[in-house]
């Protein structure tokens, strides 16, 4: 089964990677979050492609896609669905808000007020919306891909740190070399190739490549290498805040996902190491006057990944 994996990750980075020039890890790490059933974190300047690799993923990926333009007058019920007095049955129906979707796109998350975006705690977690009462399961992956602007830029409000702790991974695009935003331009000179791009894959074989990765083998010793690296952020002088819990079961999930991706049935502490700044650098609060001196999350854990001792085991014996 992970050879299928690595397969259907082989299709979708090609894929997406004729709408998004020079970003191959990045699309890569995009498509381990959908095998993951994780949520993605897209945060860089405007006009860098955040929102076009975001529909580039959902187009080739086969599922149901809903895209939500976050701005300060959204309200919670935009996102998620109200119920609506329905005067001829003299009830209150349901109507099912774009959270309904197998992926859905928050495009520039961090422009709506912390009210609005928090209406996508349960969802992200739980995978369920509750109105009224009444809890509504959603569809099967469901998967948030969202884009944020740094939140220097005006007009952006900070995601609270029990959503940003939702995300698995948080991706930064930053600019092109001059070769590969030449041939940007050669792509997008006549028409733009997301119009063209046609999925790869469906619902049906992504779930049976999520139910593969589920089923990677991690030694104890990685395990313990993944909690190890987790508990240092926690314990580093320089952070307020380390990486929680969640943080470690990302860690392990994303490394099943990039093991199989690989066509491995078994974890090796290289994809716990290659991972980590993606998995963890987001969830981790730097001290201030520690970020007075220089020290940002990624200084973090990258000092954590050069120190902490590696374990030699990994491969499934058989």
Do not use: W
Request: one cysteine or more; charged letters at 25%; aromatic letters at 4%.
């Amino acid at each position: 089964m992970p050879a299928t994996v690595r397969e259907v990750v082989r299709r979708l980075v090609d894929s997406v990677g004729t709408v998004i020039v020079g970003k191959e890890a990045e699309v890569e790490l995009c498509v381990l979050t959908v095998l993951c059933r994780g949520h993605l974190l897209i945060e860089d300047v405007p006009g860098v492609g955040k929102t076009m690799l975001a529909k580039a993923l959902a187009r080739a990926s086969g599922c149901h896609f809903e895209r939500v333009q976050f701005t300060p007058d959204l309200l919670p019920g935009d996102v998620t669905g109200v119920n609506v007095f329905n005067p001829r049955t003299v009830t209150f129906e349901f109507r099912r808000g774009p959270v309904f979707a197998q992926i859905l796109l928050a495009d520039e998350i961090n422009r709506a007020t912390p009210k609005t975006q928090s209406s996508l705690l349960e969802a992200m977690e739980e995978r369920q919306v509750t109105a009224d009462g009444t809890t509504h399961p959603l569809p099967e992956p469901f998967i948030v891909l969202a884009t944020e602007n740094p939140i220097e830029l005006g007009g952006t409000f900070p995601l609270p740190e029990a959503q940003v702790d939702r995300f698995l991974f948080k991706v930064n695009l930053g600019y092109l070399s001059l070769d590969d935003e030449v041939a940007m331009l050669d792509r997008f000179q006549v028409s733009s190739p997301l119009d063209s791009l046609a999925p790869v894959t469906t619902p049906e074989e992504l779930l049976a490549c999520m139910a593969a990765v589920n089923q990677v083998h991690c030694d104890r010793a990685v395990k313990e290498y993944c909690v190890r690296l987790v508990q240092r952020t926690r314990n580093h002088p320089d952070v307020s805040l380390g990486a929680s819990p969640r943080g470690s079961i990302g860690l392990l999930r994303a490394s099943q996902a990039h093991a199989a991706a690989q066509g491995r049935d078994y974890i090796l502490p290289e994809d716990v190491k290659r991972l980590a700044p993606a998995v963890l650098t987001h969830r981790i609060i730097v001290r201030p006057n520690a970020e007075l001196r220089g020290v940002a999350a990624g200084t973090v854990v990258n000092e954590v990944l050069d120190t902490e001792a590696v374990p030699v085991t990994g491969r499934r014996l058989a």
